[in-house]
């Protein structure tokens, strides 16, 4: 990220919403720096639409300030903000044709004629809609649909595009391919994108930082490998990814890790030690799939958390195994496993005897 | 099977018949040339031309066309205000109360909406000494309020099919609100509109008791002056006037099915 850049572009403080008695938006605090792709992820009616909104200006926060590069816009109508909102259902106005749709937003701001159809060449140009310009919405397919959304949420330059689940409607090759569309457009333009999504790869690939939110709270802020590696509740490390978790307690400390007794592993997890526990503490020991390492024979390493299972279950899918092993105490752990070796037999069998081992830096430690 | 699909189209054909025979023998009974209605004596057209030079029946046209067409004017603009104030301006206290009484006068016996009209006229015109005489205006405003219900209960049902995110979008791009109405939701609505407008237009011309209810003296509209006529004795030129009316009617009902029809497969 560029340092001149501000980093506090958006700046969201103690913003909640109210409906009735259901709090939609629950207390938010908010930085977002100039030229990022934010996402804010959450599952249905976790209150990411409805921030998404308070920052378009739809609905006013019951309380709380929206700041968007250094100008309070709480007060100011959606209409006079510098920030434009791509639907998630397009809403492409039926009556215009694909050129009048792009030039809605600059016509009414009164630009003159000329301006405005070099702003729609350009744009057009941009998300390749050459062909389509003169057609009406209903000749258009659902990523054309898509790219006239985008282009006319794009004509007025706005300081923030807010793409509200921009490629839900799409399907899945699609998705894919827009997904680097809007990536490039995003890196080229250098407008501040703020994405609501409720899916986790396509955040993880979209953004440049991720907002986790649920029941209208923030949980957590961070990179997607912040998120992905370091998760800080529970919800987030089962919301992003697939993880395996045991619950426990801790009982003992040394300089460095902890020791945690957790029941359904059958004895003692090692982790750091990043939260500064003592014994007795009731934590949580949570293992990505693709950490841990299965194997026949009982690992060298003396380190590493050792645990015996057997494999209930067993995928191929080409580049990946899957491994569900169920451990002595009758737990049902997902591994992963990359096939580096080609060959055609497997390696390992149902039913098999084996070990599965992780290293204490990828034991995540959730303190509840 | 075929003995199946003979079955159906002789049930098909005895419903229509049942639906049509009574408005056919009206309209080939407007070409018959004899004086007595119910008597055949050849084909003509000379009823028509009787009908064109009777003042009566020209003024009474005249009458129902030009309260018809008002009465559907208002009504639309009327319906259109009372939909959008109940679809799209959020809760407001008795929303529901409101939503539900929009269409009470549609089930309410002509009768009663008719004698309650007059009542009400009587009223305000020993108030106010308004409307000094009953016709055209009155008549225009009790047909006015009825087939202004209709015209809501069209516009709603578009309305609230209509996608919201359209107008967000449009204040979004920075266009006002007041001014979104007439960019985008207007525009979306126009087909029920249209529609609402031909179907006010044409229960006004076909009413008979409501506009019964509050004429005056001298204010007759044409299906008062053909009930009139009736209570008389039939004369063929009333067969030649129903046989226009009837197609008036077919035009104009054919033109709104036409209108929602065509813009519904394009949006």
């Given amino acids: 990220m560029?340092?001149?850049?501000?980093?506090?572009?958006?700046?969201?403080?103690?913003?909640?919403?109210?409906?009735?008695?259901?709090?939609?938006?629950?207390?938010?605090?908010?930085?977002?720096?100039?030229?990022?792709?934010?996402?804010?992820?959450?599952?249905?009616?976790?209150?990411?639409?409805?921030?998404?909104?308070?920052?378009?200006?739809?609905?006013?926060?019951?309380?709380?300030?929206?700041?968007?590069?250094?100008?309070?816009?709480?007060?100011?109508?959606?209409?006079?903000?510098?920030?434009?909102?791509?639907?998630?259902?397009?809403?492409?106005?039926?009556?215009?044709?694909?050129?009048?749709?792009?030039?809605?937003?600059?016509?009414?701001?009164?630009?003159?004629?000329?301006?405005?159809?070099?702003?729609?060449?350009?744009?057009?140009?941009?998300?390749?809609?050459?062909?389509?310009?003169?057609r009406n919405p209903e000749q258009l397919s659902g990523g054309q649909r898509q790219r006239v959304a985008l282009a006319r949420a794009l004509i007025k330059r706005p300081k923030v595009l807010l793409l509200d689940e921009p490629l839900a409607a799409l399907d899945k090759k699609l998705r894919e391919h827009t997904q680097f569309e809007l990536m490039n457009i995003q890196h080229e333009l250098g407008i501040t994108f703020v994405v609501v999504t409720h899916d986790q790869e396509e955040a993880m690939t979209l953004s440049t930082r991720i907002a986790v939110m649920d029941k209208g709270r923030l949980l957590q802020v961070g990179e997607p490998k912040e998120i992905y590696e370091y998760p800080e509740t529970r919800f987030v490390a089962d919301f992003i990814g697939t993880i395996n978790t045991f619950d426990g307690q801790v009982s003992a400390v040394d300089e460095q890790h902890i020791h945690v007794d957790c029941e359904t592993a059958g004895g003692d997890l090692l982790a750091f030690n990043e939260h500064e526990l003592k014994p007795g503490d009731k934590v949580c020991i949570a293992v990505r799939p693709e950490k841990i390492f299965i194997s026949r024979e009982p690992p060298e390493n003396n380190e590493d958390i050792r645990v015996k299972g057997t494999v209930d279950d067993l995928g191929y899918l080409g580049n990946l195994s899957l491994y569900r092993v169920r451990l002595e105490s009758g737990k049902v752990i997902l591994v992963s496993q990359q096939n580096r070796q080609r060959s055609a037999k497997r390696s390992i069998e149902w039913e098999e005897q084996i070990w599965v081992s992780w290293r204490p830096r990828s034991s995540i430690v959730l303190v509840n | 099977m075929r003995k199946q699909s003979r079955f159906i189209l002789s049930v098909l054909?005895?419903?229509?018949?049942?639906?049509?025979?009574?408005?056919?023998?009206?309209?080939?009974?407007?070409?018959?040339?004899?004086?007595?209605a119910t008597v055949w004596g050849g084909f003509s057209t000379r009823w028509y031309g009787e009908l064109f030079r009777n003042e009566q029946i020209l003024d009474a046209t005249f009458l129902s066309f030009r309260i018809a067409a008002t009465s559907a004017t208002l009504a639309t603009v009327f319906g259109t205000m009372a939909a959008l104030m109940l679809v799209r301006f959020g809760r407001f206290r008795g929303r529901t109360l409101f939503s539900g009484m929009i269409t009470a006068p549609l089930i309410i016996p002509e009768v009663i909406t008719g004698l309650s009209l007059l009542l009400f006229f009587v009223t305000i015109q020993q108030w106010f000494g308004w409307p000094s005489q009953r016709g055209f205006s009155t008549i225009t405003i009790a047909?006015?309020?009825f087939s202004m219900a209709y015209v809501a209960v069209i516009v709603r049902s578009r309305l609230s099919a209509m996608d919201q995110s359209l107008e967000e979008v449009a204040m979004d791009l920075g266009c006002r609100p007041a001014r979104v109405i007439f960019d985008i939701t207007l525009p979306l609505i126009a087909p029920a509109m249209v529609a609402g407008w031909l179907l006010a237009f044409t229960l006004s011309l076909d009413d008979l008791v409501i506009a019964s209810?509050?004429?005056?003296?001298?204010?007759?509209?044409?299906?008062?002056?053909?009930?009139?006529?009736?209570?008389?004795?039939?004369?063929?030129?009333?067969?030649?006037?129903?046989?226009l009316f009837i197609l008036v009617v077919t035009v104009t009902l054919f033109a709104a099915w036409f209108l929602t029809n065509q813009r519904e497969k394009k949006s």
């Fill in chain 2, 213 to 243: 209810f509050v004429s005056g003296p001298g204010a007759n509209t044409l299906p008062m002056y053909i009930f009139s006529k009736v209570k008389l004795g039939v004369t063929p030129d009333v067969n030649a006037l129903a046989s």
């Fill in chain 1, 2 to 134: 560029n340092s001149t850049r501000n980093p506090c572009f958006i700046r969201i403080r103690g913003v909640s919403k109210l409906f009735g008695d259901f709090v939609a938006v629950d207390n938010v605090d908010l930085d977002i720096a100039q030229g990022e792709l934010f996402s804010i992820l959450g599952g249905s009616g976790c209150g990411k639409t409805t921030l998404l909104r308070i920052l378009a200006g739809f609905e006013k926060p019951t309380t709380g300030r929206v700041e968007i590069d250094g100008v309070d816009v709480t007060d100011i109508p959606a209409y006079d903000r510098p920030v434009n909102m791509m639907f998630q259902s397009y809403a492409i106005f039926p009556h215009m044709s694909v050129e009048k749709n792009i030039a809605y937003g600059l016509r009414k701001d009164k630009v003159a004629r000329a301006e405005i159809a070099k702003w729609v060449d350009e744009v057009i140009e941009l998300v390749q809609l050459g062909d389509f310009r003169k």
């Fill in chain 2, 13 to 36: 054909a005895f419903g229509y018949a049942f639906l049509y025979i009574p408005l056919l023998s009206v309209i080939v009974y407007s070409f018959n040339d004899s004086r007595l």
């Fill in chain 2, 143 to 145: 047909h006015t309020t």
